[in-house]
């Protein structure tokens, strides 16, 4: 091995190395640590995707069994939604008080005892009290889950591992479907309480894996336990000079002094709830505000392109596209969510690799397509005398498209973005208003499907979940800039300029490059000069 050497250069002395130090670096591994911490978190988000899988069959049951209108029907679906925003609102300033950990333990045990009192439900009342506290648990879990998987992550896979709570959402609906489809041929007052019902054992395994879990670094430093933070900092980096680091730009954000080192420091006083909420809304900076417009409009977005109408009501999908038994109709909708899963699984490889902004706009820009097409093909079938077979079979694939589009882009990019581009100081309220516009858009898509197929037919209703996709897609073309392999702290910068967010990612990159240039300057000009004896 070659030793180094000083030499001169311009008077300068440098430093030579061995050639292999002048290799490019290796990709480093993924991180299995804060993988398997990402993995665990993630188990919060299966509650509500086996809520929306399992209540799009036993709605069937419930139906016959209560013998409720389908307005009554339409409330039942979509109420969730509007009970967990009370979950999110609380969920914020709760895992700020006791730690990410034990908010997951709070939401676990909400859902716990809704899925029972759902499951025990006698009348269409208790069943609604049933569904208020269930609603509550899933506010819960979908705010701390996306919050607790951005704080641990490394920066080079913050993507993959932030996409977790939409792949566990994802594979939640497909339980929800299985659930469906085993429970269907029991007896209809049994059928329906037993797919509510098993949904109280998901939320056991997500009490259990919070004992193997490390408490968000972030959260540890804005307690002022430094040693605590970095020890989990280490583990959950890509390495030691990385977790130095994100210690560093953590410690800034929270107002703690550089050369602060000790184990147990003292934390400067935080502004309180009213002045968070200020700068977020009332007195926010440019960078604020756009964060907060991307933030809640991709949420908003997301529903609002109808996923919950299809995901919800693939039964009802099925059954005007042809298919009229009901046990071949939820056997359909188990296609649709393990078509759901294995896109999701497909998007967390390629987040990191591809970026986000190609993947959502790739994603929008399909979904607008498959829309326009199933709302094209229903429209044909309702208006035909006739079985019109390819008018049938192309409404059919579409909703496979639809929802395998919504899977590689549109379904796992809004919790990673959102979850990666509001500042520590604004984190937990910005992504608890972005859970609340999301669980409110899902609530009226969930809670008007079934009434606009009534007043504008079903194909009219995906013609205006159309429209509104292509508004996403200009929205997100727009004003979303990239944010992949930023640091969370560095994101603010990026920010500020809305529509001319591409001139100032082009002056940090130019900046980037200077600093990069100005750095190799330093270096050795490898066997250019004369080594000079010590």
């Known amino acids: 091995m070659a030793e180094e050497k000083l030499a001169s250069n311009n008077g300068q002395p440098q430093i030579v190395t061995s050639i292999q130090d002048f290799d ?12 398997a911490c990402s993995f665990l978190a993630s188990l919060a988000s299966i509650l509500l995707g086996y809520d929306i899988g399992v209540m799009s069959g036993a709605i069937i049951y419930i139906k016959k069994d209560l013998h409720i209108t389908d307005t009554q029907v339409e409330i039942l679906v979509g109420i969730l939604n509007i009970y967990s925003l009370f979950g999110s609102a609380a969920a914020g300033r709760t895992s700020d008080w006791i730690g990410r950990r034990y908010t997951m333990v709070v939401a676990a045990a909400i859902f716990f005892a ?3 009192l759902m499951g025990f439900a006698t009348t269409y009342a208790f069943l609604m009290v049933g569904r208020f506290v269930a609603g509550v648990g899933v506010g819960y879990a979908l705010m701390v889950a996306p919050v607790y998987t951005a704080e641990v992550s490394p920066a080079s896979s913050r993507g993959f591992l932030t996409s977790f709570p939409e792949v566990f959402i994802n594979g939640g609906i497909l339980l929800g479907y299985v ?23 998901p939320s056991v395994f997500l009490a259990v894996s919070v004992l193997a879990m490390p408490e968000s670094p972030r959260w540890l430093v804005m307690q002022g336990r430094l040693g605590d933070a970095r020890r989990v900092l280490n583990k959950t980096s890509d390495s030691l000079e990385e977790a130095q680091l994100r210690l560093a730009d953590i410690k800034a954000a929270a107002g703690i002094p550089e050369h602060c080192n000790d184990d147990i420091v003292e934390v400067p006083k935080r502004p309180k709830g009213d002045n968070v909420w200020r700068e977020l809304i009332f007195s926010p900076t440019p960078a604020v505000r756009h964060i907060l417009l991307t933030g809640v409009g991709i949420h908003f977005f997301q529903q609002a392109s109808g996923i919950d109408a299809v ?27 393990f078509v759901k899963t294995i896109f999701i699984l497909v998007a967390t490889f390629m987040l990191d690799k591809s970026g986000r902004r190609p993947l959502l706009l790739t994603s929008v820009a399909g979904m607008v397509l498959s829309l326009l097409l199933l709302a094209t093909g229903l429209t044909i079938i309702d208006q035909s005398e006739q079985k019109v077979v390819w008018a049938i079979a192309l409404s059919i694939t579409m909703v496979l498209a639809y929802v395998a589009l919504f899977s ?31 669980r409110v858009t899902s609530g009226v898509v969930s809670m ?14 995906f013609f205006l979940y159309f429209g509104l996709a292509a508004v996403a897609f200009v929205f997100f073309f727009t004003l979303m800039p990239e944010t992949q392999g930023k640091t969370l702290e560095e994101m603010e910068a990026l920010f500020g300029s809305f529509w001319d967010w591409r001139k100032t990612a082009r002056e940090l990159k130019e900046a980037k490059i200077t600093e990069k240039n100005s750095n190799d300057n330093g270096q050795i000009q490898m066997g250019t000069a004369p080594a000079i004896s010590s």
Do not use: Q
């Open 24 to 35: 490019p670096p290796k990709k480093p591994k993924r991180n299995k640590y804060a993988i």
């Open 114 to 116: 809704g899925a029972l």
């Open 179 to 201: 659930s469906n489809f085993a429970f269907s041929r029991l007896p209809t007052n049994l059928s329906w309480r037993f797919m509510l019902g098993i949904g109280a054992v």
């Open 311 to 337: 995901v919800l009501y693939s039964p009802r999908i099925f059954e005007k596209a042809g298919i009229k038994s009901d046990h071949d109709k939820l056997l359909a909708t188990v296609a649709v969510g």
């Open 408 to 438: 590689i882009g549109m379904g796992p990019i809004t919790w990673v973005y959102s979850s990666e581009i509001f500042p520590l100081r604004l984190r937990a309220t910005g992504c608890s208003i972005g859970v609340a516009v999301n």
């Open 448 to 461: 008007t499907f079934l009434s606009l197929v009534k007043s504008i037919t079903i194909g009219g209703a």
